[in-house]
Each structure stands twice: as structure tokens, then as C-alpha cells.
């Protein structure tokens, strides 16, 4: 089972940057691939990207492969969204997640394929 907590969202202004943080909690000897979701009010809950345990493997959605990053620390438990020069667009509760694996390099853009998710975090982005 993993464990997920996100933090550091709130309200901000057009164009500034965010870093969120994924706070993960494990068995030891887990390894679990990472995705970040977004769900904007009235919308259905959209990928935004992903990383693989070991970290060389990310996956960004094209909308935000400009301004998103999703770097994971060494020790794998800790893993952050950085947002560079926010829109309103994109105005939602940030979720990450994860799924357990035993493939190093595996990740998802498919919300079905994560089990764990967090309470979520959300971000506002004013004109």
C-alpha cells in the first residue's frame, strides 16, 4: 500500500510558478510509479504527467510539456509538479497517485491504471 500527500498549492497570479509536492509512505521494498492529475470544476478528472520509479522514464501531457515538470528526489519519496508560468486555465484540485510495479521504468496516463490516490491540493490561478 502507498500513502499519498500533496501540498503546496494555493491561490497565485498569472504567470508565476508553483511546486507541488507528493509526500509518498511505503512498505519498504515497494516500487510504484507516480502520476499527477488535475480536475477542474466540472470537469473530468485529466492527466498531466508522470514518472517512473528509478525516474528516467516522464511522461507530460502536450498542453503543459512547456511549463511542467515532474521531478522525483533521490531517495523516491518525495515527488513535485513544478509549474512555470501559470494560466488560469490551469485552475484545479492537483491529485498524484500511484500504482505498484515491479517494472523500474513503467509509467501511465491512464487515471484506471493508478490505485492510491491523494486528498488532492488545490490550485487557483487569478487574472
Known amino acids: 500500500q502507498v500513502r499519498l500527500v500533496e501540498s503546496g498549492g494555493g491561490l497565485v497570479q498569472a504567470g508565476a510558478s508553483l511546486k507541488l509536492s507528493c509526500s509518498a509512505t511505503?512498505?519498504?521494498?515497494?516500487?510504484?510509479?507516480v502520476g499527477w492529475f488535475r480536475q477542474a470544476p466540472g470537469a473530468e478528472r485529466e492527466f498531466v504527467a508522470a514518472?517512473?520509479?528509478?525516474?528516467?522514464?516522464?511522461f507530460l501531457t502536450d498542453s503543459v510539456q512547456d511549463r511542467f515538470s515532474i521531478p522525483r528526489d533521490s531517495a523516491k519519496s518525495t515527488i513535485w509538479l513544478q509549474i512555470n508560468n501559470l494560466k488560469t486555465d490551469d485552475t484545479a484540485v492537483y491529485y498524484c497517485?500511484?500504482?505498484?510495479?515491479?517494472?523500474?521504468?513503467?509509467?501511465?496516463?491512464?487515471?484506471?491504471?493508478?490505485?492510491?490516490w491523494g486528498q488532492g491540493t488545490q490550485v487557483t490561478v487569478a487574472s
Open positions: 497517485a500511484a500504482r505498484m510495479t515491479n517494472v523500474e521504468t513503467y509509467t501511465s496516463s491512464r487515471r484506471k491504471d493508478y490505485d492510491y
Open positions: 511505503e512498505r519498504t521494498g515497494t516500487m510504484y510509479t
Open positions: 514518472i517512473s520509479w528509478i525516474g528516467t522514464s516522464t
